[in-house]
């Protein structure tokens, strides 16, 4: 079965993955502003198009929910800013600040898990490989017999 992990996306100013786009928009290298998502997902539905009757559905839905985590965080970053004075100009900034440590937090969470699955698939194939002997019970020698007294 071919697997999502050979899509690639290709724009004006990215050639990768979608782990590494969205990795590289978490750390502050690429601004989410340039990050064309409407061609992304014109992309994705082309390759998913093309390749539909041997994309892994697990694969293909972990990619949909990271091409939606930077939709989510684009439209957020693009919604206007409401310009507020005194004491809700600080409630503002402390919930700017708040959604920040959350989308921060959700993330870290993400990657954690994305740990998991990955020592939960080196796992899988660790354990595909051992073998356990078979023991058959035929000797007479190892056997006990209990007679009747």
Known sequence: MNN????????????????????????????IELVPITEI?????QYIVKNKSSIDLSIAGKTIAEIAIML?????????????????EEDDEYNDFMILKEKEAYLK???????????LKEREGTQNNIYFPTIEN?????SIEIQKV
């Open 4 to 31: 999502n992990i050979d899509f690639k996306i290709k724009t004006n100013n990215f050639d990768s993955s979608i782990d590494k786009l969205l990795r590289n928009v978490k750390e502050d290298i690429i601004n």
């Open 41 to 45: 997902i014109a992309q994705y539905l």
């Open 72 to 88: 989510k965080m684009k439209s957020e970053n693009l919604l206007p800013r409401l310009e507020v004075k005194n004491r809700d």
């Open 109 to 119: 969470e993400y990657d954690k898990f994305q740990k998991v699955v990955e020592y």
């Open 138 to 142: 035929n000797d007479k020698e190892g």
